[in-house]
């Protein structure tokens, strides 16, 4: 059947010497680069699903600080415009007071003015009547008699 | 090619295939390709002047073709791949790690792999090499007087025969020299012999046949001289052959697949325990079943060895006879059937020795 010893040796070594060359320039470097690959893939697929997970953390966390600004812009607006219809009010209210205050100092000044005017004219008013009465009458009366007078005729126009 | 050419041409050449080859050989115009039918030897020829077979050569040849295809695959490996060898190289490797993994069913399969995955490779390598052309049809031809001195070597019915004087050497064994041999034509002056194209079977007048060493010995063929100069008779002896036909090549194979299992097994459970699954003394029945065991593990070394051999010794004849009835086209689905068998045969190989190896590092005695 042509097993012989020589031929049997031969191949064994061949064989022999072939499996270790491929076991150490196939096997071994392939494997390694292999292992080395799947652990680079894992590594990466982790790293995506932390930053993904980081990413979404972020989001919400944005979303709600977000909202929560929103709320604090809102409470200052209500705030602001609160304040701003308070200044207004007191505005209104100082520049209403002011009015009326210069309207009472107005009037005061009015009323004023014609009482001083009145004192005026009547003491004008008894002059001018006494020289129309002296040169209606070309007689000189006494001071005395003169004021009555005066008096006299000031309380029948009054009346 | 245009497509309407294609058909027509492919059933010319099929119907000089099966006119040319020995089928067309029946009827009187046919046969004008067919070839004497090759001789089939069982053990690998040794290469004279060599000293070694041209199945070590052939495996020689298919291991150079594969370790430099590795040397280039891995020479210079990336993480991402840009070559296609290594692509090649990554894709094998993974399938047998994988392979040996989900088996063994976790990362101790890992040790199996590098002689399973070798196994694979060199088997398949050398299968492929085998049917490749020109192996097993370009070699050196034998003359007449080397086959009778082969064959009355081998048989010990010419060994009677007297040896102390070579040189005067009467041919008397019978049985060498009714050994046949193929008339070749031969190129002048670049001592090149070729096989005609022709009738084979047919007698040398006509061009080209088979004569015996008988005839050739004593001069009764005119060969080389006379009527049928330029002619020379004798047998071929492939250069290359397919390492994976000689027995010498499986059994080399199967013997380290099945000494790497003991060793797997002795590794992983202890020289006793592992023993213990062959020389188990606790019981009659015992004793019994690890006398099978015994037996089993070497009837491996056995069925490891003929069922490579077989497959690819089959394949090599299936060839040279498909050659021979159709020649051309006919023989090109049976070397696809070759590629397929030499995958298919290398993978049971190396499966049967995984699952050895597996069975070997499991413990029996949990069971």
Same mark, same amino acid.
């Given at each position: ?159 | 090619?245009?497509?309407?050419? #294609?058909?027509? +041409? =492919?059933?010319? *050449?099929?119907? $000089?295939?099966?006119? !040319? ?6 009827? %009187? ?62 894709? #094998?490797?993974? +399938? =047998?790690?994988? *392979?040996?993994? $989900?088996?063994?069913? !976790? ?6 792999? %590098? ?253």
């Amino acid at each position: 059947m042509g097993i012989n010893l020589p031929g049997l040796i031969t191949q064994l070594i061949s064989f022999a010497i072939l499996v270790f060359l491929l076991s150490r320039f196939l096997y071994k470097p392939v494997v390694k680069l292999l292992d080395e690959r799947a652990e680079k893939i894992k590594k990466g697929l982790s790293d995506a699903e932390s930053a993904s997970k980081g990413a979404e953390e972020a989001a919400s966390k944005i979303q709600e600080e977000l909202s929560q600004a929103r709320l604090e812009g809102k409470k200052l607006v209500e705030v602001a415009r609160e304040a701003s219809n308070q200044l207004r009010e007191d505005e209104k209210e100082k520049i209403a007071a002011e009015i009326s205050q210069m309207m009472e100092k107005a009037k005061k000044e009015i009323n004023s003015e014609r009482d001083s005017a009145i004192l005026e004219l009547k003491n004008r008013f008894g002059e001018l009547v006494v020289d129309a009465a002296g040169k209606v009458i070309e007689k000189e009366i006494d001071e005395k008699s003169h004021s009555e007078l005066i008096n006299k005729a000031l309380e029948e126009k009054a009346l | 090619m245009n497509k309407s050419i #294609i058909l027509p +041409f =492919f059933l010319i *050449l099929f119907i $000089t295939s099966i006119l !040319g080859g020995a089928i067309g050989g029946a009827f %009187p115009f046919g046969g004008f390709f067919q070839s004497p039918i090759a001789h089939i030897q069982l053990p690998g020829e040794i290469i004279p002047g060599l000293g070694f077979t041209n199945t070590s050569l052939t495996l020689w040849v298919s291991m150079v073709a594969l370790l430099t295809f590795v040397f280039i695959a891995t020479r210079n490996m990336k993480s991402v791949p840009n070559g296609r060898l290594q692509n090649i190289a990554e894709v #094998i490797v993974e +399938f =047998f790690v994988n *392979l040996a993994q $989900t088996i063994s069913g !976790g990362e101790k399969g890992r040790r199996f792999v %590098p002689l399973v995955l070798s196994i694979f490779l060199c088997v398949v390598v050398s299968n492929w090499v085998g049917v490749l052309p020109g192996v097993g049809t370009i070699g050196i031809v034998e003359s007449a007087e080397v086959v009778y001195s082969h064959k009355e070597h081998k048989t010990d019915a010419c060994h009677s025969s007297d040896h102390s004087s070579d040189h005067l050497k009467e041919y008397t064994c019978k049985e060498a020299l009714k050994e046949h041999l193929v008339v070749f034509n031969k190129i002048p002056g670049l001592g090149i012999s070729y096989l005609p194209p022709g009738r084979g079977e047919d007698k040398i007048k006509n061009g080209g046949g088979v004569v015996l060493v008988e005839d050739v010995i004593n001069n009764h063929s005119k060969i080389e001289s006379g009527e049928l100069e330029g002619k020379s008779a004798g047998r071929l002896l492939p250069i290359l052959r397919g390492a994976n036909t000689d027995l010498n090549t499986t059994l080399a194979i199967a013997i380290v697949a099945m000494l790497a299992v003991q060793f797997w097994g002795i590794s992983a459970l202890g020289i006793k325990k592992y023993g213990g699954k062959f020389f188990n003394f606790s019981s009659p029945i015992m004793l019994f079943v690890g006398l099978l065991e015994l037996i089993a593990e070497l009837a491996r070394v056995v069925s490891f060895t003929f069922r490579l051999f077989g497959n690819m010794f089959a394949g090599e004849v299936l060839l040279v006879a498909m050659m021979f009835l159709l020649p051309f086209i006919g023989i090109i689905p049976f070397m696809g059937l070759e590629l397929f068998v030499g995958v298919i045969q290398a993978f049971i190989f190396s499966i049967l020795t995984l699952i050895f190896g597996i069975t070997a590092i499991s413990d029996h005695s949990e069971h």
